[in-house]
């Protein structure tokens, strides 16, 4: 048996567990570096991808089994090639679509292979004109469905930030990073953490403990100071809540900020209707006579540079926004506000405005609280989108991230991953 990572990137993560797999099993190990040619056509890297498959079969001895690894494929659990390939000379399974996807390919060296992988070859040379997608090259191989098991075991399961992770809980050979544009840190994050979790035995998902201890519903530390930091996060988003919630507890002890955080909605609030993003204002305007400025962070945020602090960016203003990275004005997920009548009758009417709403089941329904932040400040003659912070000096979203990053947010992924990119970030950050 021989296993092959042919890596076209930069991703040593992927090398390390495509090994420790073949070294469970006495596999012999071939590492095929390519990374030079990352920004590459598609076609250079297939040629070399499918000469390289046809000169390991004809290396091989009959009836060896291959499996083909890219940088994007992801070994879960130790199942032995010969179970999976049972009665078969190949296995390729389908993406979402109808194609096959091609991070994780198996065949076994058999005569037949070799002819079909050297037609494969021959349809690969420059001068020939090459499909859209690389699965459609595997057209001599019948892919079996998505999610196609072999026995109890399912071949290969997605990954992607914005899917849910799969990958974690179902019993899976193998994943395979499905987004086309896949940030690098993502995987890199997604490697460590399987590769750490398969080294020590421990389930997926199991992350560094927080120290967060609290379970009650509402906690205020350093009460009375004259900037606050307010949060909220509810029981089903827990797992990088606590991250986030560590983080600012050891932010504002550093600066002498108050700190709120509510770990459920308050029992005031709770219609059982809305989710938590909907009580920002409420929570805003609560707490905004005590204090001179008071920021909300949403708890998919970290502030990655514990050394700056909040008084620079209230300088000759009353509101504090940055840009958000679509369409909208401002992104709510961190804003300050300086206690005066303007900022205090400007969050009623978000809450009055949201208040009128029939459907807020869902971060995004009745197109979010931040359409209804920017419609209320929006008409204070002090409004101007050209003055605020942009996303690089403040409100940062995760694939910008950098060492110097201010605060960061994790916008636009599933749940575990928030927590897993969250937690990875914040052990790489002292090494950065």
């Known amino acids: 048996m021989i296993v092959v990572s042919l890596l076209f990137d930069r991703a040593p993560g992927a090398l390390a567990n495509h090994r420790a797999y073949a070294r469970a099993l006495t596999y012999r190990h071939e590492a095929l570096d390519l990374s030079d040619l990352s920004g590459s056509d598609d076609a250079t890297r297939w040629a070399y991808k499918y000469e390289a498959l046809s000169r390991c079969l004809n290396q091989a001895a009959n009836n060896e089994i291959i499996l083909l690894l890219s940088e994007n494929a992801a070994i879960l659990r130790t199942v032995d090639l010969p179970s999976l390939m049972a009665g078969r000379d190949w296995l390729v399974t389908c993406s979402e679509s109808d194609q096959a996807q091609t991070d994780v390919l198996i065949f076994r060296n058999t005569e037949s292979v070799r002819t079909r992988i050297a037609e494969l070859v021959r349809r690969c040379r420059y001068g020939i004109e090459q499909p859209l997608q690389e699965g459609e090259l595997l057209r001599d191989f019948p892919a079996c469905p998505q999610q196609y098991c072999v026995g109890d075991v399912m071949v290969v399961v997605p990954a992607a930030t914005n899917t849910q992770t799969v990958w974690a809980n179902w019993n899976a050979f193998s994943l395979s990073f499905r987004d ?42 350093q009460p009375n100071r004259a900037i606050a930091v307010v949060t909220l996060y509810t029981p089903n988003v827990a797992q990088y809540g606590r991250i986030a919630e560590a983080n600012f507890r050891r932010y504002c002890e550093r600066h002498g900020y108050t700190l709120y955080v509510h770990r459920e909605i308050p029992a005031q609030l709770n219609d059982g209707k809305a989710t938590g993003n909907w009580h920002k204002a409420a929570l805003l305007r609560e707490y905004l006579p005590n204090h001179q400025w008071v920021f909300w962070l949403d708890a998919d945020v970290l502030i990655n540079d514990m050394n700056r602090r909040l008084e620079p960016l209230t300088h000759e203003c009353d509101t504090v926004f940055a840009r958000d990275v679509g369409t909208w004005d401002f992104n709510s997920g961190i804003m300050g506000f300086q206690r005066n ?23 995004y329904a009745s197109r979010g609280d931040q359409h209804y932040f920017i419609r209320a ?56």
């Open 180 to 221: 086309e544009k896949q940030h690098r840190r993502y995987r890199a994050a997604v490697f460590e953490h399987i590769n750490e979790c398969r080294a020590r035995g421990l389930p997926y998902l199991s992350l560094v403990d927080t120290g967060v201890r609290e379970t009650s519903g509402h906690s205020v530390y």
């Open 341 to 363: 009548q303007h900022n205090y009758d400007a969050l009623a009417r978000v809450i009055d405005e949201c208040g009128k709403l029939e459907d807020k089941s869902k971060v």
């Open 377 to 432: 400040f929006e008409t204070m003659p002090e409004y101007d989108p050209t003055r605020f912070f942009g996303f690089i000096d403040l409100n940062t979203p995760w694939i910008y991230r950098r060492p110097d990053s201010f605060m960061v947010h994790y916008l636009g992924m599933w749940e575990d991953n928030r927590a897993l990119v969250m937690d990875y970030d914040l052990r790489h950050a002292a090494m950065e």
